[in-house]
């Protein structure tokens, strides 16, 4: 495959390439459920005991305290939101408080916070 890139550029890419390449195959295996991939294959028990140990350290190390600080994240988040919302009650600004109150409620039903137009702008 040519490019219209010299040489010198051409390998400066390349580990951002690479770089990229493994961030998807990554992130594709980390969607794949569990119960999928553990029923297509079956773990000798030599690796059945280390998936198990690796199972239960990932809870213990990774996943617990992501939670725990996902949970202190949202709350503080909810609480700059109410902040807001009161600062803006205090102003009277009506669509200050609407936003607002919108921006909170995606949040609290789990829907994406970035709007088409937004997503757009990024790509640009």
């Given amino acids: 495959m040519s490019s219209i890139l010299p040489p010198s550029r051409q390998a400066a890419n390349r580990p951002l390439a690479c ?3 493994v961030v998807a195959l990554a992130s594709c295996l980390l969607f794949v459920p569990r119960s999928v991939s553990a029923q297509q294959t079956a773990l000798p028990p030599e690796l059945a005991t280390l998936n198990e140990q690796f199972l239960k350290l ?4 990774v996943t ?3 939670e ?3 949970t202190q994240l949202n709350t503080s988040y909810f609480g700059g939101i109410d902040k807001a919302i009161a600062a803006e009650k205090a102003a009277a600004n009506l669509d200050g408080i609407m936003a607002l ?3 909170k409620k995606l949040f609290t039903e789990k829907k994406p916070l970035l709007t088409a137009m937004t997503k757009k702008r990024l790509s640009q």
């Fill in 58 to 61: 990932q809870a213990e190390r």
């Fill in 68 to 70: 725990a600080a996902l």
């Fill in 64 to 66: 617990t305290p992501f």
């Fill in 101 to 103: 109150e919108a921006k």
């Fill in 19 to 21: 770089t990229a390449a």
